[in-house]
């Protein structure tokens, strides 16, 4: 395809699925990875390649959304034709304890990647399009449900708050200045690479570790909230389609089913045959100052106009995680039994 695409939090799950994606395509991947003293790429691991390989797909970039005139050197050197801007701090409870750094990294990371993208092509006459990752989120309490894109926002977190104003800084941006910029409000997605700090994964690896002894305790916050929860490696999908198309515009990117924390619980423990309510206690530490009760998207528009949909139901993704995390707890039980055999 000979295209070359710039990754925002390449290092997350869905930069990582979608590096795979447009790798499998033919584009030039590069990533932006802030400098650590400790390496955080575990995800894109299987597709590096040393950089003085002169066929490699991918490479990386130190920088920082906060930064802009480093974004500005990044874009310049690296001349993306597409350009996805993931990175952010997500986690929604930790945003209500770091809201200022949440609504930096957010919202005026996403202006300052919006300028750079907007001077880059002034300067240059190249027409870069930029993808904006957008939140269910924006929705919270939302009278309406399903929610489409034409559903007001009511946001209830900080988090929530930031990508509000990060999706309408890209819709002035592509209004303004004619940019081609599109908003992907994806609802919840989760995978064997989602962080253990969310729900899902961290109820995916505690009922894997309690099958082998290896944990005794499972604590959770609200077990009533209702998500709609898809693949991952699906929605990276909507977000490349959304690029290629004719005009900018925006989507909803969902199953259209939402299920509570609980259904997640019965479905992960029921794998394993267990009952989660032998296991799991509520702890008011996770709980969130203003909660969101359901999230259901109406991805009506993704399906018509971008021919997506879910190749993943809600049962083959619960199983798809507690496989890869029995894995990875067979692997921890073999570690610790050595440990007692050299004791």
């Known amino acids: 395809m000979d295209k070359t695409a710039l990754i925002t939090g390449i290092t997350g799950q869905d930069g990582s699925y979608l590096a795979e994606l447009l790798i499998e395509k ?83 990371g996403t202006l300052n990647l919006l300028e750079a993208v907007r001077d880059y092509r002034d ?62 409000i994806l609802f919840n997605h989760e995978s064997p690479r989602r962080g253990e700090t969310f729900v899902t994964r961290k109820i995916t690896r505690a009922a894997t570790r309690i099958k082998l002894g290896l944990q005794d305790k499972l604590f959770l916050g609200n077990l009533e909230g209702k998500r709609d929860w898809g693949f991952a490696g699906d929605y990276v999908k909507a977000m490349w389609l959304m690029l290629q198309q004719t005009d900018a515009d925006d989507y909803v990117v969902a199953t259209g089913a939402s299920r509570s924390v609980g259904d997640f619980l019965n479905e992960s423990f029921g794998c394993l045959d267990l009952d989660w309510r032998e296991y799991v206690e509520v702890d008011e530490r996770y709980l969130r100052p203003t909660e969101v ?51």
């Open 293 to 343: 009760n359901e999230l259901r998207g109406d991805a009506s528009k993704a399906r018509g106009l971008l021919g997506w949909k879910p190749s993943l139901d809600f049962e083959g993704l619960v199983h798809m995680m507690i496989e890869s995390d029995m894995r990875m707890a067979e692997q921890e039980l073999v570690i610790a039994d050595a440990g007692v055999a050299r004791r």
């Open 26 to 108: 033919g584009y030039q991947v590069h990533g932006i990875i802030r400098r650590s003293s400790t390496f955080s790429t575990q995800r894109i691991d299987h597709l590096y390649q040393d950089s003085h390989e002169p066929h490699a797909r991918l490479r990386l970039h130190y920088g920082d959304l906060l930064d802009a005139s480093g974004l500005r050197k990044i874009i310049s050197t690296t001349q993306p034709d597409e350009v996805y801007n993931l990175g952010a701090q997500s986690h929604v409870r930790t945003s209500f304890d770091q809201p200022i750094y949440t609504a930096e990294v957010i919202s005026l």
């Open 123 to 184: 300067s240059t006459g190249r027409e870069p399009r930029l993808y904006q990752a957008s939140s269910s989120e924006m929705y919270g309490n939302s009278r309406d449900c399903p929610q489409s894109e034409v559903t007001p926002f009511r946001p209830r977190s900080p988090y929530a708050c930031s990508k509000v104003h990060a999706f309408w800084q890209t819709i002035n941006h592509r209004e303004a200045f004619g940019m081609y910029a599109c908003n992907g």
